[in-house]
């Protein structure tokens, strides 16, 4: 019975570790195509094949056999991230500010149309 269970664990760990090596290698991929792209590459996917495919297998397989940790610790990060980076409510200057920048945007709008819209 305890050689079930550890079978079945390192089968789970092992599904699990090609899983998350799957969706980190797809998540670095396009990260590193988007970045080709700003070099100006005639083909940023023939580029990723070519030069940054191998080490982005060894990348994702290496967070995939951390899973246990990598995982909770980057979901971590994430939500981290997301309180400190929220913004706080509007104040009544930022509404007041943001009004007037609407209104002009609606005046300048006007101008281009060379006729005023009802309000």
């Known amino acids: 019975m305890l050689v079930l269970g550890l079978l079945a664990g390192s089968l789970g760990y092992l599904l699990i570790t090609l899983l998350?090596?799957?969706?980190?290698?797809?998540?670095?991929?396009?990260r590193l195509i988007r970045q080709e792209e700003?070099?100006?590459?005639?083909?940023?996917?023939?580029?990723?094949e070519h030069h940054d495919r191998s080490s982005a297998a060894v990348t994702a397989l290496l967070f995939g056999l951390a899973w246990p940790v990598t995982v909770p610790g980057y979901f971590l990060?994430?939500?981290?991230?997301f309180v400190i980076t929220a913004r706080p409510p509007a104040t009544v200057e930022d509404r007041e500010r943001?009004?007037?920048h609407l209104k002009q945007q609606i005046r300048t709008l006007e101008e281009a149309l060379e006729r005023?819209?009802?309000?």
């Open 20 to 30: 998350t090596a799957r969706a980190a290698y797809g998540a670095q991929r396009a």
């Open 38 to 48: 700003l070099w100006h590459v005639g083909d940023p996917v023939d580029s990723f």
């Open 77 to 81: 990060l994430r939500c981290a991230t």
């Open 98 to 100: 943001r009004s007037a």
């Open 116 to 119: 005023p819209l009802e309000e």
